[in-house]
């Protein structure tokens, strides 16, 4: 349940009701730089949560200090109730939770097929080749095509349908949409909300605000390593003044 004690902004755009993911008190550094300074969010199950903010807010560092990939961090992450702020990143993979990195992180002397038998299982759960095709059906025409001769769209697909295969439930996506052709983002966008009604729950670092206003239930603005606000979608017309401000669009 999320600590009422805690008095930030991003508490009031959540719910008690399935919560999945609580972060409190994250702190994070990299080498001497402290980047996060007490961030504080929730996110339910079967929600698509996302992370907005300049560049450099530490958007990119909350998921990875969640996801175990940061060195040094204190506070806690709480997933389904149990605590990780000091588990492997193996751990935290096995128990469900998985992370999409904005460079996408195929192999790029593999073919497709080749990078989507890679990962290890490391849940029940996981969706099969022709489930994957029927998502990204590109894919399946290019199987044999190494990740080299993919267009930056097709690795961006072939990066969520490695993760999809591993069985996790909870998907982190950084900066899916970052340098795509519109009719890609759309892709990405009916893929992202496929997969909410599948039941998969989605913590979303995004810029593209106006790709993010399409499928996100709800958001949290991230600022200098902190949580500095939060609202629903349902709240998102009323808050645009101020989201300009945060944003700079």
Same mark, same amino acid.
């Given at each position: 349940?999320?600590?009422? %004690?805690?008095?930030?902004?991003?508490?009031?755009?959540?719910?008690?009701?399935?919560? &999945?993911?609580?972060?409190?008190?994250?702190?994070?550094? #990299?080498?001497?730089?402290?980047?996060?300074?007490? *961030?504080?969010?929730?996110?339910?199950?079967? $929600?698509?949560?996302?992370?907005?903010?300049?560049?450099?807010?530490?958007?990119?560092?909350?998921?990875? @200090? !969640?996801?175990?990939?940061?060195?040094?961090?204190?506070? @806690?992450?709480?997933?389904?109730?149990?605590?990780?702020?000091?588990?492997?990143?193996?751990? *935290?993979?096995?128990?469900?939770?998985?992370?999409?990195? $904005?460079?996408?992180?195929?192999?790029?002397? /593999?073919?497709?097929?080749?990078?989507?038998?890679?990962?290890?299982?490391?849940? %029940?759960?996981?969706?099969?080749?022709?489930? !994957?095709?029927? /998502?990204?059906?590109?894919?399946?025409?290019?199987?044999?095509?190494? +990740?080299?001769?993919?267009?930056?769209? $097709? =690795?961006?697909?072939?990066?969520?349908?490695?993760?999809?295969?591993?069985?996790?439930?909870?998907?982190?996506?950084? $900066?899916?949409?970052? +340098? /795509?052709?519109?009719? *890609?983002?759309?892709?990405?966008?009916?893929?992202?909300?496929?997969?909410?009604?599948?039941?998969?729950?989605?913590?979303?670092?995004? =810029?593209?605000?106006?790709? %993010?206003?399409?499928?996100?239930?709800?958001?949290?603005?991230?600022?200098?390593?902190?949580? &500095?606000?939060?609202? @629903?979608?349902?709240? /998102?017309? %009323?808050?645009?003044?101020?989201?300009?401000? #945060?944003?700079?669009?």
């Amino acid at each position: 349940m999320p600590d009422t %004690a805690i008095a930030e902004p991003a508490t009031k755009a959540s719910t008690a009701a399935g919560t &999945i993911l609580e972060v409190r008190n994250l702190e994070s550094w #990299y080498g001497e730089s402290h980047i996060l300074h007490g *961030i504080n969010f929730d996110v339910n199950a079967g $929600e698509v949560v996302t992370l907005l903010g300049r560049n450099g807010a530490g958007k990119t560092t909350t998921l990875k @200090s !969640i996801m175990g990939m940061i060195g040094k961090r204190t506070g @806690s992450v709480r997933f389904n109730s149990q605590e990780i702020i000091r588990a492997s990143s193996d751990r *935290i993979a096995r128990m469900g939770i998985a992370f999409c990195p $904005e460079e996408r992180g195929i192999f790029a002397s /593999l073919d497709v097929k080749e990078n989507l038998l890679l990962p290890p299982i490391v849940r %029940a759960g996981g969706l099969s080749l022709d489930q !994957i095709f029927e /998502l990204f059906p590109n894919l399946k025409e290019r199987l044999s095509s190494q +990740g080299t001769k993919l267009s930056g769209g $097709e =690795q961006q697909m072939l990066a969520i349908a490695r993760i999809l295969r591993t069985g996790a439930s909870f998907l982190m996506l950084d $900066e899916p949409t970052e +340098g /795509l052709a519109p009719v *890609i983002i759309q892709q990405i966008g009916r893929t992202i909300a496929r997969l909410k009604k599948e039941g998969f729950t989605i913590l979303l670092v995004e =810029q593209n605000f106006r790709f %993010a206003a399409t499928v996100a239930d709800r958001y949290y603005v991230v600022e200098h390593g902190k949580i &500095i606000d939060g609202f @629903s979608n349902a709240e /998102l017309s %009323a808050n645009m003044d101020k989201l300009h401000t #945060y944003l700079g669009v």
